[in-house]
C-alpha cells in the first residue's frame, strides 16, 4: 500500500511539473480580412473550414492581425463563426450581416470600436477580451441591431463598454466584466427596445439607459445581479410608493414609478448616479455623488420631483439634468467640479424642454457651466450662488418667462471666451432679472436675440448690484432727482443700447439664507466602545464661508446640546449604553441663522469576552488545551507502566 501511495505522488509530482503552453497552438499570421457578400467567405479571406450552413458555419479561426484594419464583414446571410483571433489597433465590423458568432477572441482596437455591429441581426459575441483604446470607441457597439446576445466579455478602458442605440431591438447583454468605462459609460442602452441587463460586474464603469420613446422604457430589464464596484444596481419599474434609505448602492434606474423616495444614499464614481423617468412625485433627498462620468441626477419626462440638499462633486456632463419635466423643485444642493482644481468641467443644474421648474438656493462652484436653461418656460431661478464658472454662471437659450433673482454670480467666464458672461441671454423673452449680485465676472452679461427683459423692479426694490458701476449715490427717488442717497446709483447702467438697469444697487441686497447643515458618521453601528467619528466639512452657507459656520453636536438627539460652537468639524464620540440614538448638527452662519441635520445610529452591548483587555475567553481557551493535554500524557504514562497481563 505504502509503494503504490509514493508512486502516485511522484505521478502528480511530474504532472504539475510539465508546463502548459498558454495556447496549445500558435496563431498564424494574417492580413486584414474584407468580406463582401457570401461569397466573400473563402480561403483567401481566412476561412480555414465550412460551408456556411447552421450545421456546418464558415469558421475563421487562429489568426492574428496587426495594423489600423482588422475583419470586415459586410451583406452576408450565411452562417459563420471568427473564433480565437487576435487583433492589434484593428477592429472586427460587422454591416448588414446576420448569423454570426463572434468567440474568444482579443482585441485592442487603436482608439476604435473593437466590435461594431452595424444594421445586423442574429449576432452573438462571447469569450472575447476587448479594449478600445485611451482616444474613444466601444467594446462592443450595436446600431439598429436585432436579436443581439453580448456575454461573458472582459471590456475595458473603453469609452463605452458596450453601446446599444438608435432602434436596436432584442439585445442580451449577460455575464460581463466591464471596467474603466466611466466617459460615456459601461452598458449604454438608448433609443431601443427589449434590452435584457444581467449579471455584469462593472468596476469604474456605469449603466446609462435614455429614449424618447415610453414602449422602450417599459421593455427594459435590468436584473438585481449586475453589480458597480461590488455594489448592487437597483432597477425599479411601474412601482409605487418606494422608499431606499442607507443602502450600499452602485446606481439607482427608477421607471414608472409613483411616490418613490431615495435619501442618504452615496454613489462614488459612477457613470450615472440616479437616473429616473417617467415617474411623478419623486424625492431625491440627503444624497453624496462624487465622480460621475455622466449625470449625477437625470430626471426626464417627471412631474412633482424635489432634489433637496444633496452633494454633487466632479460630474462630467451635469449635475442635475432635467429634461422634459414640470413642478420640479431643486433646492440646497452643493454642485462643484473639485473645487482644488483651476479647470472646468461639466454643467451644474441643466433644464431642458421643461415648465414650472424652481432653483432655488443652490451653490455652484467651478463648473463649466452654472445653470443652463434651454427651451423652456415658466422657471423660477432664485437665491443661488454661482462662483468661479468657466463659461456662463446662468444661461437661457431659447426660453421664456424666467425669473431671475437674489443670485451671487462671481468670477465668472474665463478671460478670452468668445460668450461667457456671468448671465448669458439667447433667444430668450419675457425674463426678469433684479436684486443679483455681479461681481467680478470677465463679462457681466451677454444678450443674443433676446427681448422683453427687465432689469430692474420699480422704485425702491431696485435692479441689481454690478461691481464695475462707476455711478454715484448723492441722489434717490424714482427719478433719483431728490437731494440724499437710497442705496440706489443716480445713473442707469447700461448694458448694451437695448438692456439697461435703470436703478443699479450700490451694495448688494441679496437675504440672508440658513446654512446647510450636512455631515457624515462611520460607523452607523457599533457597540460600546465604538468610537463614532463624525465630519461636517460638506456643511455650507450661500453667504459665509464654510470654514467660518459654527457648529455643535447633540450625541443623544435629546435637545441637550453636548458640545459649544466651534469652527471644528471633525468630532467623535462613544457611547456607554446600548439603543438607538439620533445623531444631531447644528451649523450656524455669522448672522445667527441656523441650520440642523439629523443621522440615526446603532449602539448595542459589547459580548462578554470582547472587552479590550478582558482576556476571560483567550483563558478559558487555553485552560482547556492545557488540560486537555495532560489528560492525554497522563493516559499514555498509565499505559506504559501498567504490568502486561497474563495469559
Request: with cysteine.
Amino acid at each position: 500500500m505504502v509503494k503504490v501511495l509514493c508512486a502516485g505522488f511522484i505521478l502528480l509530482l511530474a504532472i504539475f511539473a510539465i508546463r502548459i503552453p498558454d495556447n496549445a497552438t500558435a496563431l498564424a499570421f494574417h492580413d486584414p480580412i474584407h468580406i463582401v457578400g457570401d461569397a466573400g467567405f473563402n480561403a483567401a479571406n481566412g476561412v480555414t473550414e465550412g460551408s456556411g450552413t447552421f450545421a456546418d458555419p464558415y469558421l475563421i479561426e487562429g489568426w492574428e492581425i496587426s495594423g489600423n484594419n482588422g475583419i470586415w464583414i459586410e451583406n452576408t446571410e450565411s452562417h459563420f463563426i471568427i473564433r480565437d483571433v487576435t487583433l492589434s489597433g484593428g477592429s472586427i465590423e460587422l454591416a448588414s450581416c446576420s448569423n454570426g458568432h463572434i468567440s474568444e477572441s482579443d482585441i485592442i482596437a487603436n482608439g476604435d470600436d473593437a466590435i461594431a455591429l452595424w444594421s445586423c441581426s442574429n449576432i452573438e459575441v462571447s469569450g472575447c477580451h476587448l479594449v478600445a483604446g485611451e482616444y474613444g470607441g466601444a467594446g462592443v457597439r450595436v446600431h439598429i441591431g436585432q436579436n443581439i446576445a453580448i456575454n461573458s466579455c472582459d471590456i475595458e478602458d473603453c469609452y463605452w463598454g458596450i453601446f446599444v442605440y438608435d432602434l436596436s431591438s432584442y439585445v442580451n447583454v449577460t455575464e460581463n466584466r466591464i471596467s474603466n468605462c466611466t466617459y460615456y459609460g459601461g452598458i449604454c442602452a438608448y433609443d431601443s427596445d427589449h434590452v435584457t441587463i444581467s449579471r455584469n460586474t462593472l468596476s469604474s464603469a456605469g449603466i446609462g439607459v435614455a429614449s424618447w420613446r415610453y414602449d422602450d422604457y417599459q421593455t427594459l430589464s435590468i436584473d438585481a445581479n449586475n453589480s458597480i464596484d461590488g455594489k448592487p444596481v437597483y432597477f425599479f419599474k411601474n412601482r409605487s410608493d418606494v422608499t431606499i434609505d442607507r443602502i450600499p448602492i452602485g446606481e439607482l434606474i427608477v421607471v414608472n414609478c409613483d411616490d418613490f423616495r431615495a435619501s442618504n444614499l452615496s454613489l462614488t464614481s459612477v457613470f450615472k448616479g440616479i437616473s429616473i423617468a417617467h415617474s411623478q412625485r419623486i424625492s431625491i433627498q440627503n444624497c453624496t455623488f462624487a465622480s460621475a462620468g455622466n449625470n449625477a441626477i437625470d430626471l426626464y419626462t417627471c412631474t412633482d420631483a424635489s432634489l433637496f440638499r444633496n452633494d454633487l462633486d466632479s460630474f462630467q456632463v451635469c449635475g442635475i439634468n432635467i429634461d422634459s419635466s414640470s413642478e420640479v423643485v431643486a433646492m440646497y444642493n452643493t454642485l462643484a467640479y473639485d473645487s482644488e482644481e483651476s479647470s472646468h468641467l461639466g454643467r451644474g443644474i441643466q433644464v431642458i424642454h421643461s415648465t414650472a421648474v424652481m432653483l432655488k438656493a443652490n451653490k455652484l462652484i467651478k463648473n463649466w457651466d452654472g445653470i443652463q436653461v434651454w427651451d423652456c418656460d415658466d422657471i423660477d431661478i432664485w437665491h443661488n450662488a454661482m462662483l468661479e464658472i468657466g463659461f456662463d454662471g446662468i444661461s437661457l437659450s431659447g426660453s421664456t418667462n424666467v425669473r431671475i433673482t437674489d443670485n451671487l454670480i462671481s468670477s465668472c467666464a474665463e478671460a478670452g471666451t468668445s460668450y461667457g458672461a456671468g448671465l448669458g441671454l439667447y433667444s430668450s423673452s419675457q425674463v426678469v432679472v433684479f436684486g443679483n449680485s455681479f461681481v467680478n465676472n470677465y463679462r457681466q452679461v451677454y444678450v443674443e436675440s433676446s427681448d422683453l427683459v427687465s432689469w430692474n423692479d420699480s422704485y425702491p426694490i431696485g435692479g441689481n448690484y454690478w461691481s464695475d458701476y462707476s455711478g454715484t449715490d448723492l441722489s434717490s427717488g424714482s427719478s433719483q432727482n431728490i437731494s440724499g442717497s437710497d442705496d440706489i446709483g443716480d445713473s442707469p447702467y447700461v448694458i448694451d443700447a437695448s438692456n439697461t438697469d435703470n436703478f443699479p444697487l450700490m451694495a448688494s441686497r441679496i437675504p440672508n439664507l440658513a446654512p446647510v447643515a450636512l455631515f457624515v458618521v462611520h460607523p452607523t453601528s457599533g457597540n460600546t466602545t465604538t468610537s463614532f467619528e463624525v465630519n461636517s466639512s460638506a456643511s455650507w452657507d450661500i453667504e459665509d464661508s464654510s470654514m467660518s459656520l459654527l457648529v455643535r453636536w447633540d450625541w443623544e438627539g435629546d435637545g441637550e446640546w453636548d458640545t459649544g460652537w466651534a469652527t471644528n468639524r471633525t468630532a467623535e464620540h462613544t457611547y456607554l449604553s446600548e439603543g438607538n440614538y439620533t445623531l444631531r448638527l447644528q451649523v450656524k452662519d455669522s448672522e445667527g441663522l441656523t441650520g440642523d441635520f439629523l443621522v440615526p445610529v446603532s449602539v448595542v452591548q459589547i459580548p462578554r469576552g470582547s472587552v479590550p483587555g478582558d482576556h476571560t475567553i483567550e483563558i478559558v481557551a487555553i485552560a482547556m488545551v492545557v488540560t486537555f493535554v495532560a489528560l492525554v500524557a497522563l493516559l499514555v504514562l498509565w499505559k506504559r507502566r501498567r504490568p502486561p497481563s497474563s495469559v
